[in-house]
């Protein structure tokens, strides 16, 4: 039975000093906002514990849905690259940017630079670099496949929002078809949620295109991050409703009025037109102490969606 784990936006601190210049435009929004807020609201005395126990339960293999930085200074990329690595070896862990990995476009090439082990797909070659055409990558992990896709895209002051764009949903639709005929469990990675509600400056601009190839297409379950939040969503599809997955902030405080730092594990069993897929959440509340179990959920199979 593979077991996948999921966390997302843990926005690594502290931010590292910088250049007046390096801080000109958005970044300065970005600093002030770290200041007024996020540097309590988020910390390693939240994370470590989480991560911890995630490792305790021994994943086959750990999805990171984005927003490891802040505001996409060069030496905040080395901090994600190391906590990418002390969750595990390139091959186990996978992950996909999200906004504030690409948060000016000056610091677009920093993620695919440094995170490049984790974000190759198996059909890379060694000596290609990773870059924006990569995506959306796959990696076979057994019988599952993990795909992600980026939406991750500079953005002007005050908007987080995020874009697949037409060339990479082209491709994500081909791939998916071909990942079914191969039999395979497909997991989406992706920052942005591609189901709800949001504000426009924190939306996904083309949610309707990718909800449109998911369900043309099919795959079996999409995480995402993002929000900040624990969230379950749907897209319909012929072969039955997707499940799409959100995380709240793996750095997140108890305290925190979005939903305090937490982590999923999906169980997976079964085959192709049988799937299973056992979803447990895992986090802070404020009610107990620690790291704990919150919430058991199947998502695929009898007791789940077809």
Not at 171 to 185: D, M, N, P, T, V
Request: some cysteine.
């Amino acid at each position: 039975m593979p077991v996948i784990a999921h966390l997302s936006d843990p926005h690594l601190g502290p931010i590292p000093e910088a250049r007046i210049s390096e801080l000109l435009g958005k970044r300065f929004f970005g600093m002030m906002n770290w200041i007024g807020a996020r540097r309590r609201n988020f910390g390693a005395s939240t994370l470590a514990p989480l991560t911890e126990d995630l490792l305790a339960q021994q994943p086959d293999h750990i999805c990171v849905t984005g927003d490891l930085v802040n505001v996409s200074l060069p030496a905040e990329f080395d901090t994600g690259a190391t906590f990418l690595a002390s969750l595990g070896e390139p091959g186990m862990v996978s992950v996909v940017p999200g906004n504030h990995d690409a948060y000016v476009r000056s610091a677009m090439h920093y993620h695919l630079e440094h995170w490049a082990p984790f974000l190759a797909g198996d059909d890379s070659h060694p000596h290609t670099p990773v870059d924006v055409d990569s995506f959306p990558y796959v990696r076979r992990r057994g019988e599952v496949a993990i795909v992600g896709v980026s939406t991750a895209i500079p953005t002007a002051v005050f908007l987080a929002s995020g874009k697949a764009g037409r060339a990479q949903l082209g491709r994500l639709s081909a791939l998916l078809e071909r990942l079914k005929a191969e039999g395979l469990f497909r997991v989406v990675m992706i920052h942005h949620p591609p189901v709800g509600e949001r504000p426009f400056h924190r939306d996904l601009r083309d949610a309707e295109e990718v909800r449109g190839v998911l369900a043309q297409a099919g795959a079996e379950l999409v995480l995402h991050g993002h929000d900040h939040r624990a969230s379950l969503g749907y897209i319909p599809s012929a072969a039955g409703r997707i499940p799409v997955v959100g995380v709240p902030s793996a750095s997140a405080g108890p305290q925190d009025e979005r939903g305090a730092g937490g982590y999923c594990l999906y169980r997976i069993s079964g085959g192709p037109g049988a799937w299973r897929c056992e979803m447990e959440r895992r986090g802070y509340s404020r009610d107990r102490q620690g790291v704990s179990s919150l919430e058991m959920k199947v998502l695929v199979g009898s007791e789940g969606v077809a």
